[in-house]
């Protein structure tokens, strides 16, 4: 069970850690795709911040559960919150793949724990 904490760890932090980039670099995609969600730029800096922090937990959680199993919470609560945004706007190309980083993060709470 530990060997699929840590595939589906690196999964996610690698996303993570390639999505804040993306965000960081502020480009014409995520610009457009972030105004149509209705995401003022000046919340930005906040999403990226959301997003290493979350990587970063998950992977110290590797080391000390309690860790991973409050980031992997965190990391829930963020892609949901992502799922209503798509949703909230009617954008349903968007909102499968923030389904998936949901149930994802879900899937992590369920390994850290099992394997604490």
């Known amino acids: 069970m530990f060997v699929s904490l840590v595939v589906v760890t690196a999964f996610m ?29 000046s919340m930005m800096t906040f999403l990226i911040g959301a997003q290493v922090a979350g990587a970063a ?8 559960g309690p860790v991973g199993i409050a980031a992997a919470i965190g990391l829930t609560l963020y892609f949901a919150g992502a799922v209503a ?5 009617g954008d349903h190309k968007g909102a499968p ?5 949901t149930v994802a993060s ?3 709470i369920v390994l850290r724990a099992a394997t604490l």
Not at 85 to 89: A, I, Y
């Open 13 to 41: 932090s690698a996303l993570l850690l390639v999505s804040a980039g993306a965000k960081s670099l502020r480009t014409q995609h995520i610009t457009e795709q972030m105004s149509t969600l209705g995401v003022p730029p």
């Open 57 to 64: 937990g998950v992977i110290a959680g590797l080391w000390w």
């Open 85 to 89: 945004s798509h949703l909230r706007v």
């Open 97 to 101: 793949p923030a389904v998936v980083l």
């Open 106 to 108: 879900v899937a992590l």
